[in-house]
């Protein structure tokens, strides 16, 4: 599992793909989680494209592709269900799998004690 | 945060765990550890401890303050029973409105509270025009709101004589924590009590309440979207100088003998152009309900348009929010008149899409006041 500066978690597959969600962390700071906006499978995204939306009881928030790559699968319990993410941000929260087309960010993103250390 | 003001109960927030963010000049909770959304189905479910100190308390004395406060406001409070409180607004000469706020007749005496926003402006304007009264700010006391079905339970385990009140009731109450200003009111839609307790004795009481299983405290994330469940104006968001009382569809709270040809019509800020509004000019413009047919909420700011393109404007969201208790996203706005008929679709601009919004009837949530 890497994490990005962002709060957001991205698990390496068996098959290569990659999935991506936000961080309990970052669940808890938004709050409770009302609506969320996914990308569409077959989306091709570049990496920093806005590709999520989130509205909690507080705010919206954008959230950013932190790789280039092709949406395989989408997560739609958490469309119909948000508060799914505050319950299981890193399990049953997750957002969407992908196909990476370049996995080079990957070196930059934190392991889990680094963001353990970011997050204080 | 060294310039914010604290109320009485700032230690205790703290110590139960609240996020406290500015607010009107004070360091307020927005939410405790159940947060919003907890703390908002808790308070429809059970009842909610709220700490409101941050609002302004005044009381007026004079000749006949109530007759006096008339010149401010276009509200009846010469007909205001001894005991019994009525909602009012400041307006202005233009017809804007310049705060709202509850007015109690405390038998020698009326006792106010206004937005914590306006106090300093409400204080000087009503000394400024009310000058055969006397205007005290009460700075000794904190202000408590309890709201919920269980309110009266709880509150009567500590003050037995607070259960026999009805809405809008006030009373003097002495208690283990001193003398209580209590009235049976409130901002969510829900039966409930707003308590003024002497600041020495606010945690003691508070304290007390959040002791039994019933209550928990809830920030102001929850007031929030408690009261726009009940389709309660928050001044500066849905009410303010530009929106005249008929605009924000306020006229239940202008009671007749304020009106033309009533006893004591007008001889307020604003009249002509108020009581026009009701005998005869519709305003352009009213307050509505709306519920967005997404589960995308429309947020304060929203544009509201006729069609899903093109086309200017026809109206605003004021506030907009996730309704925990409706499960579903509720706003309010201003649109032009001829959209303002409940159930006509329209649509709200968010992020750059046009997406359905119906005009709604409110309060979205049937209130349950105990009358």
């Known amino acids: 599992m890497k994490y990005t500066e962002e709060h957001e978690w991205i698990r390496t597959e068996d098959d290569g793909s990659v999935v991506i969600g936000i961080t309990a962390h970052a669940a808890e700071q938004l709050g409770d989680i009302v609506f969320i906006e996914l990308p569409e499978e077959g989306d091709e995204m570049a990496k920093d494209d806005e590709v999520v939306v989130i509205e909690s009881v507080k ?4 959230i950013l592709a932190p790789l280039d790559g092709e949406v395989l699968e989408i997560n739609a319990a958490i469309v119909d269900e948000p508060g799914k993410i505050n319950d299981d941000a890193e399990g049953d929260g997750w957002f969407f799998r992908l196909k990476p087309a370049d996995l080079a960010p990957m070196e930059e993103y934190m392991d889990e004690a680094a963001y353990k250390a970011f997050i204080g | 945060m060294s310039d914010l003001k604290r109320t009485a109960l700032f230690d205790l927030h703290v ?15 927005v939410q405790y ?19 409101v100190s941050h ?32 909602y009012a607004f400041f307006t202005a000469e233009d017809g804007g409105i310049l705060d709202d706020l509850m007015v109690a007749n405390r038998s020698d005496h009326l006792f106010v509270v206004v937005n914590a926003a306006c106090k300093d402006a409400d204080i000087a304007h009503m000394r400024a025009n009310l000058t055969d009264c006397d205007v005290e700010e009460i700075t000794d006391r904190a202000l408590l709101a309890l709201q919920g079905p269980a309110a009266e339970a709880a509150l009567a385990s500590l003050v037995p004589n607070a259960a026999n009140m009805k809405f809008m009731d006030v009373a003097v109450m002495a208690s283990d924590f001193g003398e209580l200003w209590i ?5 969510t839609g829900e039966d409930g009590y707003e308590i003024s307790v002497t600041n020495d004795q606010a945690e003691a009481l508070a304290s007390a309440l959040l002791a039994l299983d019933l209550v928990e405290a809830i920030g102001l994330g929850a007031r929030d979207s408690l009261r726009l469940e009940a389709g309660l104006c928050l001044y500066g968001n849905d009410i303010d100088t530009t929106t005249s009382p008929v605009e924000a569809a306020l006229e239940w709270a ?10 004591r019509a007008g001889g307020f800020p604003g009249a ?12 352009a413009r009213r307050r509505v309900g709306l519920l967005p047919g997404t589960r995308a909420p429309m947020r304060a700011g929203t544009a509201l348009f006729a069609d899903d393109t093109g086309g200017e404007p026809i109206g605003i969201v004021t506030s907009g929010a996730f309704g925990p208790t409706l499960e ?27 997406l359905p919004v119906q005009v709604a009837d409110m309060p979205f949530r049937p209130s349950t006041y105990k009358r």
């Open chain 1, 59 to 62: 705010a919206a928030s954008d």
């Open chain 2, 15 to 29: 110590r139960i765990g609240a996020k406290m963010v500015p607010f009107a000049g004070y360091e307020m909770p």
């Open chain 2, 33 to 51: 550890k159940l947060g919003v959304m907890k703390e908002h189905l808790h308070t429809r479910a059970s009842a909610g401890l709220f700490d």
């Open chain 2, 55 to 86: 609002m302004g308390q005044v009381i007026l004395r004079g000749e006949n303050p109530a007759l006096s406060l008339e010149r401010l406001v276009p509200q009846a409070l010469a007909a205001l029973g001894e005991g019994r409180q009525r």
């Open chain 2, 183 to 187: 009235s049976r009111s409130g901002y």
């Open chain 2, 254 to 263: 202008v009671q007749k003998a304020r009106r033309t040809g009533g006893a």
């Open chain 2, 272 to 283: 002509k152009r108020i009581l026009a509004e009701f005998d005869a000019a519709a305003p």
């Open chain 2, 328 to 354: 579903t996203p509720v706003s309010m706005g201003y649109v032009a008149t001829e959209f303002a008929t409940t159930g006509t679709e329209i649509y709200g601009e968010v992020r750059g899409k046009r």
